[in-house]
């Protein structure tokens, strides 16, 4: 891996922006910019100094990302919901030729098409989580595990793409508590979830980033799916009037930067 300090950067704070976004994976993004694979296998292996330095970078990028347009970039969704959702959805569609090409898919497949519906089953599965496990766990040891459990299953959808945090948060009853907790500074109360969020998040990228290396073509087909999958999560709806016009031009325009972007990357 080949660092190069101001593309990280400036990766990292693209990602960082849309993490609170609705919908929108942190992992989607990762892929769509070409950095997916650099930062699971850094994640892995972080006490090697060039992983170390690597990811000390998208640190930087993210943090001011999300400290600088977060709150802005939810103000425009809150504006022109349609125009910036068409705009992610034009992302993915960009990305799509670059993940194709990295499951190295010569020709089509019955099992290919397997894995790819397999990748879409699974991000639409998480739809049907049972919400009051988490948010009201018992009192006592199994409160704490079933909290850890509930890092754990957070700590996949930070990993994975196609899986938007936040949703998965919402998805198990937790967004509030979090935000609750992070808002009155309580950080005491997410202990038990915050150690499963790590260990999840060190035992997923290392058996993602081997799944990488021995079974290429299953595994960046079942993630093409999880991308595609998120694709009905930020789904605004059918547009109308002059949105119409609008939700053409900005899906085009995020198919062209994405697409663009990673034939330069090739």
């Known amino acids: 891996m080949k660092i190069k300090p101001i593309s990280t950067i400036i990766k990292g704070f693209c990602i960082g922006a849309t993490m609170l976004v609705p919908g929108v994976s942190g992992g989607s993004m990762a892929m769509i910019l070409g950095i997916y694979q650099d930062l699971i296998a850094a994640v892995s292996s972080f006490f090697k100094k ?15 990302g999300m400290v600088l347009c977060a709150k802005p970039l ?13 705009f992610f959805m034009g992302a993915v569609a960009g990305s799509v030729p670059m993940i194709y090409r990295k499951a ?17 089953a699974l991000v639409l599965s998480f739809a049907f989580m049972p919400s009051t ?43 509030e508590t979090v935000m ?17 969020l790590v260990g999840g998040i060190l035992l997923t990228t290392r058996l993602l980033e081997a799944a990488m290396v ?3 073509k299953p595994t ?35 198919f062209a930067a994405i697409y663009f972007l990673s034939k330069n990357e090739a």
């Open 220 to 254: 960046y087909l079942i993630i093409l799916g999880f991308v595609l999958g998120s694709v009905i999560q930020v789904f605004p709806g059918v547009p109308y009037g002059w949105d119409i016009l609008w939700c053409i031009l900005t899906a085009a325009a995020g």
């Open 133 to 175: 496990l988490f948010s009201a766990p018992p009192a006592g040891i199994w409160g704490y595990v079933i909290q850890i459990v509930g890092g754990v299953i957070v700590s996949i959808a930070l990993v994975l793409p196609g899986i938007s945090v936040s949703y998965m948060l919402l998805l198990m009853g937790l967004y």
């Open 180 to 196: 609750t907790a992070l808002g009155s500074l309580q950080f005491v109360s997410l202990i038990p979830l915050g150690i499963g």
């Open 74 to 86: 939810l103000t425009l969704i809150e504006w022109f919901e349609k125009p910036v959702m068409y």
């Open 104 to 120: 190295q898919v010569r020709r089509p497949t019955v099992s290919a098409f397997v894995y790819l519906i397999l990748g879409i």
């Open 50 to 64: 060039k992983n170390l330095l690597f990811l000390a970078l998208f640190l930087i990028g993210s943090l001011s």
């Open 214 to 216: 021995r079974f290429p």
